[in-house]
């Protein structure tokens, strides 16, 4: 496998050792992410995705808060990149399930050139749907809505910026990040096929918070 997929391989193994190995890469990281990404070499023979996806990892403590942009950012760790279906699964079939995770830690699985905060150009006048979930459903829940993504399935064009998975003590969390919080009609849309993909029932919660909301209920230095 390459070198690419090493960081991977360590979240399998033991996920406390790779963070602490990677703090020493943040600012490498931070290099590479000022301009844009390498393009992702696809092989004749694998199945093209129509958009290249990036999937990162972050986790903090639970007493802590992210208290400015910048800390933020430093702790997002780039697991890989993917721009085929081969190359998405050889790189998920490595991947602890979330369900593995301990808790305030998160997957976030942007389009390439997304980074996933609010601050960045794609997202700033978007927002995201939020699905709470009882412990025990987040592992299926979230390969379904990979794969519905990945897939096409939410039919808005390029409105989906990306998804975001958090772990937490008393339940987990899944939202689906959009670039138009104004455009009712595919809010709506994305709703619902996210409520069809995750088999949800009719009566469960879903909210829809704008990222503009979020920045105001967030202090940041």
């Not at 990281?29 to 393009?39: A, D, I, S, T």
Request: positive net charge; glycine residues 4%.
């Amino acid at each position: 496998m390459s070198n690419k997929y090493e960081t991977t391989y360590r979240l399998k193994a033991t996920e406390d050792s790779t963070i602490e190995d990677e703090e020493s890469q943040s600012k490498d990281n931070q290099k590479v992410e000022k301009g844009p990404p390498p393009p992702i070499e696809i092989n004749p023979n694998e199945h093209k995705l129509q958009y290249a996806y990036a999937l990162w990892y972050s986790r903090r403590s639970g007493l802590s808060k992210q208290t400015s942009i910048q800390s933020y950012v430093q702790n997002l760790k780039l697991v890989g990149r993917f721009a085929s279906v081969e190359q998405f699964w050889g790189l998920y079939s490595h991947l602890v399930r979330p369900s593995e995770l301990t808790a305030h830690t998160d997957f976030h699985l942007f389009k390439v050139g997304i980074k996933p905060i609010w601050e960045d150009e794609a997202n700033q006048k978007g927002g995201k749907w939020i699905v709470r979930l009882r412990k025990g459903l987040v592992s299926r829940c979230w390969e379904n809505l990979i794969l519905a993504m990945l897939g096409e399935q939410f039919m808005v064009g390029e409105e989906i910026c990306g998804a975001v998975v958090s772990i937490r003590y008393q339940e987990d969390v899944i939202c689906v990040w959009n670039k138009t919080a104004s455009d009712v009609a595919t809010t709506a849309r994305i709703r619902d096929t996210l409520r069809r993909v995750l088999h949800l029932p009719a009566s469960a919660s879903m909210e829809y918070k704008t990222h503009n909301d979020s920045m105001k209920s967030v202090h940041r230095l």
